[in-house]
T-cell receptor, first 116, second 113 residues
Framework: GAVVSQHPSWVICKSGTSVKIECRSL??????MFWYRQFPKQSLMLMAT?????????EQGVEKDKFLINHASLTLSTLTVTSAHPEDSSFYIC????????????FGPGTRLTVL | GDSVTQMEGPVTLSEEAFLTINCTYT??????LFWYVQYPGEGLQLLLK?????DKGSNKGFEATYRKETTSFHLEKGSVQVSDSAVYFC????????????FGGGTRVLVKP
């Protein structure tokens, strides 16, 4: 159990377009989901915390108008990168919190975004 | 602020060698500590955890002990296999930080036959 999926697994887009990434908890409900960004050979940086039915909480330095997060149900959160630019190219990872404890966060396989 | 520091890689070992990856942390209060592993092309998986001082987490032959006095959580395995080649991340989470995970920089481990 406790599987988290992401779609798509990779995407290539042109500069200026918007890209939506989905994160789903397949066999449990997640009140809270987290979005991370991972640069090559670096660690995960938390971008935002997404709570079902409310606005996301963004970490310092993350543009909320650039990275739109919607957590419409207990099993789905979406991250939309608006007006993407090459510097937005990265590996985006989500995690879902099953029980409110940090050790019950389960991670998706990630989405690689390449902006040309 | 809260942070996690772990040794930089890559670490290259021969099969059956002993592996140690050092991890130290700074945190408000008493955090829970974690090791995550990321195999090539896959997402992060929880490897082991410890929630209080002197706890030892263990899984798949890996061990780490929560050392409050040295604020450390070093990962060890006595005999590595080629299949242990991966990137290992140390992390912590504390209630004071809203249970958000703070990750170290990751350590790439390459085990050669």
């Amino acid at each position: 159990g406790a599987v988290v999926s992401q779609h798509p697994s990779w995407v290539i887009c042109k500069s200026g377009t918007s890209v939506k990434i989905e994160c789903r908890s397949l066999d449990f409900q997640a009140t809270t989901m987290f979005w991370y960004r991972q640069f090559p050979k670096q660690s995960l940086m938390l971008m935002a915390t997404s709570n079902e039915g409310s606005k996301a909480t963004y970490e310092q330095g993350v543009e909320k108008d650039k990275f739109l997060i919607n957590h419409a149900s207990l099993t789905l959160s979406t991250l939309t990168v608006t007006s993407a630019h090459p510097e937005d190219s990265s590996f985006y990872i989500c995690s879902a919190d099953r029980s409110g404890k940090a050790n019950e966060q389960f991670f998706g396989p990630g989405t690689r975004l390449t902006v040309l | 602020g809260d942070s996690v520091t772990q040794m930089e890689g890559p670490v290259t070992l021969s099969e059956e060698a002993f592996l140690t990856i050092n991890c130290t942390y700074t945190a408000t209060g008493y955090p829970s500590l974690f090791w995550y592993v990321q195999y090539p092309g896959e997402g992060l998986q929880l490897l082991l955890k410890a929630t209080k001082a002197d706890d030892k987490g263990s899984n798949k032959g890996f061990e780490a002990t929560y050392r409050k006095e040295t604020t450390s959580f070093h990962l060890e395995k006595g005999s590595v296999q080629v299949s242990d080649s991966a990137v290992y991340f140390c992390a912590h989470a504390s209630k004071a930080a809203g249970n958000k995970l703070t990750f170290g920089g990751g350590t790439r481990v390459l085990v050669k036959p």
